[in-house]
């Protein structure tokens, strides 16, 4: 679609942003990347009322022109750099009418980049509920800009500013805030020279930032690098100079246009609330509580789509079987691709409910509350307190909890917990750990109360938190910070949570992993399928020779023989074979070749590796049928000493390699999304790997 | 007296910041010279902290308010 005006949203966090944006584009949105960086950018458009349509951009809320993170840094280079491609005709910037002091900070720094911009004022209605009176045409008048008072959550105003932007202004006509030349006089004057810009804001914006921007050549960097040391100029200096300026600024427009009671309504309802939920004692309950529940939806609101995912490709691949002629062109397609994308698809009921939670929590302003609370106890390990909810949701899937680790400012905080999220017990990990502890645990009770079986599973599970805070306590001395760290965070006021957004959220993060982790999931799937469905030479057809022989045909019935077959092939396709390949390296852990194989075929997904021992043992029917698997390996003997493959230690051995190894494409896809940098995927995988090794060899030897 | 040392519930006047990095990032949220100050929470582990400034509510870490000079 060809927009006739772009026009960007700009704010600062919590001011109702991208609930504006959601309204004034409805579901007429994109989210993309923006170039180079991973930050998701979100375009939409909106019909104006001459007929034109406005393409609105979605920029990352930030409380200043001057970043502390990846995501806010994109502020400055879409509004400044006039080649930017996304470079907007039109700013609008959000304001929280019930703390209108500290969002026209990021006014004033806007207004100075010389850009047409409109004010939306929002949260009006609870600016009048909280008894705070607004001039809005006094104040309109001394920033010379249109300033158009909404509530993006009522929907009220909204045409008002629709209107606005389409009579938008061409040029720039508002007031001059600070003297921006005052900062650094000769500074400015000099690079705006050199540089021949004409505007001394962004001449200052430069000289602030030119060392980490991107949009100028090295040589104007270089220029502007011996011009600060001409000049001496110090840039925190500058900085806090000219934040005290716009703030006398900002206090002396204030004064006469908006009345504040002495405390507003609202916070005291907060701080009410607050009382509770950071409670001593309460707060860790209540935050406990919380977790449970959610983690207990994640868990059984998902079954159910689950299964009709898995069961919606399960019969589509065989109607397809049915339908297209055998061949391999059909294999490739229905078992590689078809089993690749349903791999892909059973993981968006998680995702959309992990997502559905954190969206109400974040909007709530909760989150920022388990910060707060959670912020000294994971400092001590090395991560940050908005690490608390990637870690937590990991317990369901590590790569929704890895998409959301953005909002961890902090590199190297962000960093550990992306490295660390793929320890907790995810879902898949549970059908394995299922499979095995029904094998060797006994099912029966211990002090009346607890089930051995639930106790090994629970184990599992703190196990894994536990292993996960010690790598995290390692990398704490590993990785090198970039910044310091900082913890200087705004807690918003309590809000009910706004459906529409939650919503949006369940939909963005279920298209985003499906389209970007999902490329690299099915091309991984297809490589395993080849591997497993095809031999070298000629020992395919003389299986298919040997079963086709009468004493086969005669004492076998058609299913038992295709299974015997199936089994057969797998153990001499190319994935049997690297099965057989790793036997000797494999062997220390107490695993035989068809585990092997088991290994390599859950490369892709954990869970795969019940399907896998099911081919290999094959078991009657389809994976799902667990019970069929679990009694084949319960008989399964080793053919050399005639004891039970699936000893305990075997089992334990299986677990501990499937804790700590890092079975799964989505989260490896994942983390390079995250990262842009096969870097960090790569070294996760590896040390997932040794760490899996040495657990494995350490349990199989102590309970052999 | 610093910021880190104020009495749950006191309020007192932003003076002056001992570090100059944290200062530009904390006169950014509001925090600024002259602005009034109160401790509205302590978090359950003793830090961070809460605070009252400019009208809306703040948490930092204890360290980080001890580079805050209060009047």
């Known amino acids: 679609m060809k927009a006739d005006i772009r026009v960007a949203l700009v704010g600062n966090p919590n001011t109702g942003k991208s609930t504006l944006f959601n309204t004034l584009t409805g579901l007429n949105q994109k989210i993309g990347n923006f170039p180079g960086v991973t930050v998701d950018k979100k375009t939409g458009y909106c019909q104006l009322a001459d007929g034109r349509t406005a393409e609105i951009i979605d920029l990352p809320g930030t409380y200043s022109l001057y970043p502390k993170s990846q995501d806010e840094s994109i502020v400055f280079s879409i509004l400044a750099d006039k080649a930017n491609p996304l470079s907007p005709d039109l700013v609008v910037v959000i304001v929280d009418a019930t703390n209108l002091k500290r969002n026209l900070l990021l006014y004033t720094q806007v207004a100075d980049l010389k850009i047409p911009v409109i004010i939306a004022l929002n949260m009006m209605d609870l600016a009048k509920k909280a008894g705070i009176s607004i001039d809005v045409d006094l104040f309109a008048k001394k920033l010379g800009v249109p300033v158009v008072p909404i509530s993006a959550r009522k929907v009220e105003g909204i045409d008002k500013l629709r209107a606005a932007i389409n009579f938008a202004n061409k040029i720039a006509l508002q007031e001059e805030s600070i003297e921006v030349e005052a900062i650094a006089p000769d500074l400015i004057g000099q690079i705006s020279k050199d540089l021949k810009l004409d505007n001394p804001y962004y001449a200052l914006q430069l000289a602030h930032q030119h060392e980490t921007i991107k949009f100028i050549s090295a040589a104007e960097s270089e220029r502007i690098e011996e011009l600060e040391h001409e000049f001496s100029f110090h840039s925190q200096k500058a900085q806090a100079a000219e934040t005290i300026a716009r703030y006398n600024f900002i206090n002396d427009l204030l004064y006469d246009t908006v009345k504040i009671p002495e405390t507003a309504k609202e916070q005291t309802l907060s701080n009410k609330i607050d009382k509770v939920l950071t409670h001593k004692i309460f707060g860790f309950i209540i935050f406990l509580a919380i977790l449970l529940f959610m983690f207990q939806s994640i868990f059984s609101w998902s079954a159910y789509p689950m299964e009709l995912i898995g069961d919606f490709f399960v019969w589509a691949q065989s109607n397809l079987h049915g339908i297209l002629p055998a061949g391999p062109l059909t294999g490739l397609l229905v078992d590689g691709v078809l089993g690749g994308l349903s791999g892909v698809m059973v993981f968006i009921p998680q995702i959309a409910i992990l997502f559905a939670f954190i969206s109400i929590l974040e909007d709530t302003g909760y989150m920022s509350r388990v910060t707060f609370m959670m912020d000294k106890l994971m400092r001590k390990v090395g991560l940050n307190g908005k690490s608390v909810v990637p870690l937590i949701g990991g317990f369901a899937c590590a790569v929704p909890s890895i998409m959301s680790t953005r909002t961890i400012e902090n590199w190297k905080d962000r960093m550990i917990t992306i490295m660390v999220t793929p320890l907790i017990t995810c879902s898949a990990r549970l059908p394995i750990y299922v499979l095995l502890i029904s094998l060797v645990v006994p099912n029966r009770n211990v002090w009346w109360l607890f089930n051995m079986q639930g106790l090994a599973l629970t184990g599992m599970y703190i196990f894994s938190l536990i292993s996960a805070i010690t790598v995290a306590f390692v990398f704490k001395f590993i990785i090198k910070g970039r910044e310091r760290g900082y913890f200087i965070m705004e807690l918003p006021v309590y809000r009910m949570p706004r459906w529409n957004n939650v919503a949006y959220s369940m939909y963005e993060r279920s298209k985003a992993f499906v389209f970007q982790a999902g490329k690299v999931i099915i091309a991984i799937s297809v490589i395993l399928w080849v591997l497993a469905s095809y031999g070298p030479g000629e020992r395919f057809r003389q299986i298919e020779q040997k079963y086709a022989q009468p004493q086969y045909k005669q004492n076998l019935k058609p299913e038992e023989l295709t299974r015997a077959m199936n089994s057969e092939k797998l153990e001499n396709s190319y994935a049997g074979m690297l099965g057989h390949a790793i036997e000797p390296a494999i062997k220390p852990l107490g695993f035989d070749w068809k585990i092997g194989i088991a290994l390599i075929t859950s490369f892709a997904a954990r869970e795969v590796f019940v399907g896998t021992m099911a081919t290999i043992y094959s078991v009657e029917g389809s994976a799902e049928k667990m019970e069929s698997v679990q009694q084949k390996m319960k008989t399964a003997k080793n053919p050399e000493t005639g004891q039970p493959v699936f000893s305990l230690a075997v089992a334990f051995s299986l677990m501990m390699f499937y804790a700590f190894a890092m079975q799964c494409a989505s989260t490896v896809a994942v983390v390079y999304r995250e990262t842009k940098n096969w870097k960090w995927p790569a070294i996760q995988f590896a040390y997932m790997t040794v760490l899996a090794y040495a657990a494995s060899f350490i349990a199989y030897n102590l309970l052999k | ?71």
């Open chain 2, 1 to 71: 007296m610093t910021l880190s040392e104020l009495k749950q519930g006191a309020i007192g006047i932003v003076k002056e910041f001992t570090d100059l990095e944290m200062s530009v990032k904390l006169m950014e949220m509001g925090c600024l010279p002259g602005e009034e100050v109160s401790v509205a929470r302590i978090a359950p582990l003793g830090d961070p902290i809460a605070i009252n400034v400019s009208g809306y509510q703040l948490s930092l870490r204890k360290f980080e308010a001890s580079t805050i000079i209060l009047q």
